[in-house]
Structures are given as structure tokens and as C-alpha cells.
């Protein structure tokens, strides 16, 4: 059994990268992230993997991509200036269909902003910061043992599903340290591999659960790959009935899987006046909240998104039925709450609490929101017992 340890965030993500089986990094040091990096450069070897600091974030995810479908189980880490730097990469890989993770600590920004404070801005970006049409898998831990179990679970996703994933952490999650014990067993998912004649393989032939198998160069197989929109085959094609399979390809396999993708956690949303959605490390203040709030009697509830992209859109539609104020608490000036007030048009109010200073959202900012829209429990009266006689000696 395992025992109870001292980790921080940043060492959990190597750790989760290693035991999921990684053993390829490629990347360029970057605060908040650069911890990840340092101990992957330390592990790897070990365990016959490869670790390369390239020149720069571009030349990264470059390098990471080609050892993935080198039959590789790839990754990189970075902040807010690198992952704006790979995204013309990372839209290759979504085209291509190329497993891999993606590691982004947010930071302050824009450029290089705040280096050393925590930011949650780049929650848009993650899942529109490249171009044109493709769906994102965006995980977002805000915890130590989280930041194992989700960095685990974002490359069993990427080979499960062929495609980049990408692990949103914030500075604090990243470098908090917390006693954690890390399971003793995981599960862990390898892509699934051709078996058919050499001659007879398309790399993206239509499949069942919308995902081909995806040959390792080197074992035989030669296919084609391109950035252009392309057929079965792997070559460019301007067939419109062949554009819009390539396209609907690397969408659906995502809508289609939403429930096997999104993961959330819920709390005391049954009776909740006012339902707070958060992430990150704003999601411990937030909890803290609602639970501070609960002893107080007022009715409050909350929703942990620890899968951002895909959103968890008909939780929060249902929720809206009986809920009528949400409640947003970001490190942005507005992200993720224009999501919530899109889908939960019949609630009666959403309230963001928005910080962009480099400091944290604290819970007694949250609960005072709580405590301005939700109705506080009333003890039932006690109904009056009959009287009673006492007995008197004549």
C-alpha cells in the first residue's frame, strides 16, 4: 500500500506523466512550469525515455509530435507566452490526429505579464487559440493528488480518443504542496494499433467510435500526413464530401464521447439558491464558501469543472431549472461565466467575481456574494404542546 507523501503540484504532473506511461518531453524552461520539465529531464533516462530541451516552445511541440507518431507516449509543459507559440502546432495536431499532452501552468498576461502569480486567463485560449474548426479536451486540476490523477487520465484520453490534450493548472496548484497518497493501481490506455496487411492501411479510416487505429513509423507502414484537410489516406483532398468527413472526424469523436470525456464533481445542488462554478485553485475557495455557507443555513451548492472543454453543458442547462443564481468566481475579467450565462438563460441572475491582480479569490469574497442571493434556512417552529394540568392537594 502506498504511503502518505510531501508533493508539490508541479512534481504530482511528472509523476502522473511517468506512471501513464510517458517517455518522451521535449520543451523549454518556463516559469511557473519549468519544475516539470527539471524532474522528467531527471526520471526519464531511468526509465529509458528521452528528455531534449529544444530552442524554443515552437520547436517543442514540433518535436513532441513527431516522437508521438513515432509510437511515443509525448508530452510538453509550458505557461501563457509558450502556449501561444505552439498553437499553430497543436491546430497540426488536432488535424493530423496526433495523441500527445500539453501542459499550460497559467500565469498572469498578456506577454509576459505576471511570471511568478496565478492567472486563470487562458481558459479561452485552450480551447480557441488555434484556428478553424476542431474540438478541445481541456482538464483542469486544482489540487495535488488531482494533478496526478488528471495528467493520467489526459493521456489515456489522448491515445483513447487521437488528439492533443491539454492540462490548464494555475502557479498555485502548481507549486501548493500538499500530503497526498497516490494510488497503488491506475489505468492506464495505449492506443489502438493496425492489425491489417500493410497495403490495406488507412490512417484515417472510418471507424465505429470515430477513432482509426494509428500505425507507429517504423513498423512497416507508410502512410501520408498533412496539415491540409485530407481523405482516408492521409492525402490533401479538395472533395467537398471528403473535406467535411475530414473535418466532421475530428469533432465528433468528441461530441459523441462527451459523457466518457467530461468529469465533474458536484455539491448540495438539490435544494442550492445559488450554484458557484469554478475551477483551479479558485475551486478550494469557492467549496470553502459554499460549505461556510451551508453552516450558516443558507442554501448553497456548487459545481467543480474538472474537464473545462468539453463544457458540461446540460448539467448546467438542468441545474437552471431548479437553481435561479449562479455564481462565477475567476482570475480573469470574465471567462468561463459567459459560457454559464449562455446556458442557463432561465436563471434568474449569474454574478462573476473576477480578480486579475495576482492575487487569489478568497472565500469570505464568494460567501458574501452567497449570502446576498440565497435564502437562508429557517429552523421549523416547534408546534405548542397542550397544557398541563398540575395536580393539587385540597
Known amino acids: ?226 496539415g491540409l484537410t485530407h481523405d482516408r489516406k492521409g492525402f490533401s483532398t479538395a472533395k467537398p464530401e471528403e473535406i467535411e468527413e475530414c473535418i466532421r472526424r475530428i469533432t465528433d469523436k468528441v461530441e459523441k464521447h462527451r459523457r466518457d470525456i467530461i468529469e465533474v464533481e458536484r455539491y448540495y445542488l438539490k435544494d442550492a439558491d445559488v450554484a458557484v462554478i469554478a475551477y483551479g485553485i479558485t475551486a478550494r475557495s469557492a467549496l470553502a464558501a459554499v460549505r461556510q455557507a451551508r453552516d450558516e443555513g443558507y442554501r448553497a451548492g456548487m459545481v467543480k469543472l474538472k474537464t473545462i472543454w468539453p463544457f458540461p453543458d446540460k448539467l448546467l442547462s438542468k441545474a437552471a431549472e431548479k437553481t435561479p443564481v449562479f455564481v462565477v468566481p475567476e482570475l480573469n475579467t470574465g471567462q468561463v461565466v459567459l459560457r454559464v450565462a449562455r446556458l442557463v438563460l432561465c436563471a434568474d441572475e449569474v454574478v462573476p467575481i473576477n480578480r486579475f491582480d495576482g492575487q487569489l479569490i478568497t472565500p469570505e469574497a464568494i460567501l458574501d456574494v452567497i449570502k446576498g442571493h440565497a435564502k437562508k434556512r429557517r429552523a421549523p417552529r416547534k408546534k405548542p404542546g397542550k397544557a398541563k394540568k398540575k395536580a393539587t392537594k385540597k
Not at 504532473?13 to 518531453?25: K, Q, R, S
Not at 500527445?100 to 509576459?112: D, K, Y
Not at 493521456?155 to 507549486?175: G, T
Open 1 to 226: 500500500m502506498a504511503k502518505p507523501r510531501l508533493l508539490q503540484g508541479n512534481r504530482a504532473i511528472a509523476l502522473g506523466a511517468l506512471d501513464a506511461g510517458c517517455d518522451f518531453f521535449a520543451g523549454y524552461p518556463i516559469t511557473p512550469s519549468t519544475e516539470i520539465a527539471e524532474i522528467l529531464a531527471a526520471e526519464l533516462p531511468k526509465r529509458d525515455g528521452r528528455f531534449i530541451q529544444m530552442e524554443d516552445e515552437i520547436a517543442s511541440l514540433g518535436a513532441v509530435i513527431g516522437a508521438s507518431i513515432a509510437g511515443s507516449k509525448a508530452m510538453t509543459a509550458t505557461s501563457g507566452p509558450g502556449f501561444s507559440l505552439m498553437q499553430e502546432n497543436l491546430g497540426y495536431a488536432y488535424m493530423t490526429e496526433i495523441p500527445c499532452v500539453l501542459v499550460n501552468v497559467m500565469r498572469g498576461g498578456p506577454s509576459t505579464g505576471l511570471p511568478t502569480l496565478p492567472a486563470q486567463g487562458d481558459v479561452m485560449q485552450a480551447r480557441w487559440g488555434t484556428h478553424g474548426d476542431h474540438q478541445a479536451i481541456v482538464l483542469c486540476p486544482s489540487g495535488v493528488l488531482e494533478c496526478y490523477e488528471i495528467t493520467v487520465r489526459a493521456f489515456n484520453l489522448s491515445e483513447k480518443y487521437r488528439m492533443p490534450v491539454i492540462v490548464l493548472a494555475d502557479e498555485v496548484v502548481a507549486h501548493m504542496r500538499e500530503v497526498v497518497t497516490l494510488p497503488d493501481e491506475i489505468e492506464v490506455f495505449d492506443r489502438e494499433v493496425p492489425d491489417v496487411p500493410y497495403e490495406w492501411y488507412k490512417p484515417y479510416d472510418e471507424d465505429p467510435s470515430g477513432v482509426a487505429p494509428l500505425a507507429a513509423f517504423g513498423t512497416g507502414y507508410r502512410f501520408h500526413i498533412t
